[in-house]
């Protein structure tokens, strides 16, 4: 199969760049680094295009920040790129991750093989959800379907025909990526789960999220609260809603 992974770094996370090094000589692939959108580098008219908040329901709670939605933008042009490289597949990987170079192999290989009929799969960083449908199971591997998609982007393969979906109902967007892809009835996308430890989260070691923001007490209680309320929502329109074909 043609494929290739593709790794988002931002030029000036200066601390990650050991990682991304890492990640290259741990892929078990071709790799290219994508050069991350820097949403602080943003035109008010360039977040404009892209950027419309409320646009579908349920309403995302928070007004996104300028990094999450370059990350947005970054996520779409590793999309782009697995459709006009003219691949099968790609592996797409932010740069605060760690390869576990015992399992990657095996594991891309047992995912590969139903990369292009599942469109999308993540390998986490954390536990897996419990109760989660196996979907495929192979040598101790296991391919699960969650009730409610996991947020975090780590690390995931993408189908050509999985890309091509996510960058036409992206082209405008109201909610960080990882959270419009749990919405799996908008998309047309429901993305599985690989039940192996294949990635690790270095994020505070890689110099922490480059997302971060600075809150008071009170703000950052009120943002949980409508973040818990939000994801309450999420999950009952996860059990109820097919994904769309």
């Not at 646009?55 to 996520?75: D, K, T, V």
């Not at 379907?145 to 189908?159: C, D, F, H, N, T």
């Not at 999220?209 to 809150?215: D, E, L, N, R, Y």
Request: hydrophobic fraction near 40%.
């Amino acid at each position: 199969m043609r494929k290739k992974a593709f790794i988002i770094h931002l030029t000036r996370a200066e601390a990650r760049r050991p990682f991304v090094d890492r990640l290259i000589d741990a892929c078990p692939m071709d790799a290219a680094v994508v050069e991350g959108v820097d949403g602080a580098a943003l035109k008010p008219e360039d977040i404009e295009a892209v950027y419309s908040p409320g646009l579908r329901q349920p309403h995302y709670p928070f007004a996104l920040r300028e990094a999450e939605i370059g990350c947005f933008l970054s996520h779409r042009a590793c999309w782009r790129r697995i459709v006009e490289d003219g691949l099968d597949y790609g592996l797409v990987l932010e740069d605060d991750a760690t390869i576990d170079a015992s399992n990657i192999g095996p594991a891309v290989a047992f995912a590969e093989r139903h990369i292009a009929e599942l469109g999308y799969i993540q390998l986490p960083v954390r536990k897996t959800p419990a109760n989660a449908l196996v979907r495929y199971e192979s040598e101790g591997m296991k391919l699960l379907a969650p009730q409610v998609v996991p947020l975090r982007l780590s690390g995931q393969l993408i189908s050509v025909e999985a890309a091509k979906r996510l960058l036409y109902v992206t082209e405008v967007f109201d909610r960080p990526v990882d959270t419009l892809l749990q919405m799996h009835w908008f998309t047309g996308i429901r993305p599985v789960i690989l039940d192996l430890p294949v990635l690790q989260d270095n994020s505070q070691a890689a110099g922490g999220s480059t997302i971060g923001s600075g809150k008071s007490p009170w703000e950052r209680l009120d943002r949980e609260v409508r973040r818990f309320i939000y994801r309450r929502k999420i999950a009952r329109l996860s059990r109820r809603k097919p994904a769309s074909s």
